[in-house]
């Protein structure tokens, strides 16, 4: 017996792999057949697919090194090639950035508003995710732009959602690259993520597959009632096991439905969570892809993928074919036909690519039931209530999911390590 026997993780995604080769003999119970989480990557024919667009762009050299040592060759990207998709145009991204692209009776209210917007937003404070656009882009880039992807990728009102959630993902107004870009080309500079890695075999995955080799982690086994009191776990499967300590990165509301007796306080509270679920359409085509792009986003409504991705763009590895992945988002109280989102995406590729039905080789589709978390105006007061209420009762959520907070993939790892630093100060009291 180890000093961790009797402490159970749930979940083998990012954060469970950090937190379990913290804690050695500790046992991980996996829902899926397979560890990695959202991290995860599927094979169809020679190409690997992920659970939507992954990159590696941590500047943590520990982490890089984690990761990179075991996985074979890697890809090191030094600009990332990345645009949007409006109408039937190409703009490049972020488009504030490149105004000269729009047409001129779209280019002069833009830079119009966003000058404008810049001096009136001086030492003010953002109400809300709409408020700050309007701050940051003005109203043109933010109506015409901002708010339809919004409603594309989270499948919300601007004015619900926070701020929390833009650090590192959305770029603030530089007013002199904006001006430039309005009147001449000019070579992208502030795309975040310009630097990122990429394994050349395997997808995203391969950066984590030889860390799990070592873990004692038992698949198939979704927890479906956690005993507060005498401390068991009942699994879908019929295993029961008992835990000391619990760690978990199962999605803050699945966790919460499945303890005994929870207060009516946190059932409260965990109902308010939202979050969007995902269907991601992969294609092999037996035709050159025409497009440079790594990935790019598209503006248009009546197309349902809000981004695509081009693996093969990447890795420069095809084999006579090339890959890409278009991903499409619903709110988690929606529902959809997924006939339509593949039919939609399938015709709406083929006006983009300009390949035909002859050109696919092989298509598969990924559901994810949990996506991405949406940071409106109640997450945050909610989740800090839930996360205290656990930690009282020895459970430690987290990652991504657990802490219901977005982050990369290195911070969801860090997550789960620090996690079992927590876990060894209990066991030293």
Known sequence: MTKYDNVVILGAGLSGLGCGLNLPGARIYEAKHHPGGHAYSHTLKNHHFDEGAHICHTQNSEFLNLITKQAGDICEINQSIVSNRWGDKWLTYPVQNHLRQLPLETRIPALTDLVIAQIDSQDSQSLNYRDWCLRQYGQTLTETFYEVFTKKYWRSDMEEMSTDWLGGRLLKSVLPSIIHGAFDERAEDQTKFSKFYYPKKGGFFSFFKPLYLDLDISYREKVVEIDLINKNLYFESGTTTSYDILASSVPLPVLVNSIKDVPSNIMY?????????????????????????????????????????????????????????????????????????????????????????????????????????????????????????????????????????????????????????????????
């Not at 037996?286 to 497009?291: C, D, E, H, K, V």
């Not at 991405?372 to 009762?393: G, H, T």
């Open 269 to 429: 509270l965990s109902a308010k969570l939202k979050w969007t679920q995902s269907v991601i359409i992969n294609f092999i085509l037996n035709s050159p892809i025409l497009r440079n792009e790594h990935w790019f986003y598209i503006y248009n409504e009546e197309i349902e993928a809000s981004r695509v991705s081009i693996p093969s763009n990447i890795t420069s590895t095809s084999n006579n074919t090339n890959c890409f992945q278009a991903e499409i988002f619903r709110h988690n109280e929606e529902t959809y036909d997924i006939e339509y989102l593949q039919e939609n995406t399938n015709r709406s590729m083929q006006n983009i690519f300009g390949y035909c039905d002859n050109d696919v080789s092989s298509t598969s589709t990924i559901t994810a039931p949990f996506s991405y978390v949406i940071s409106d105006k109640e997450r945050e007061s909610a989740v800090s209530q839930i996360l205290e209420w656990l930690e009282a009762n020895k459970i430690y959520s987290m990652g991504l999911y657990g802490n219901w907070k977005y982050m990369w993939s290195d911070i969801a790892y860090y997550s789960g390590q620090n996690t079992a630093y927590k876990i060894h100060k209990e066991f030293q009291k």
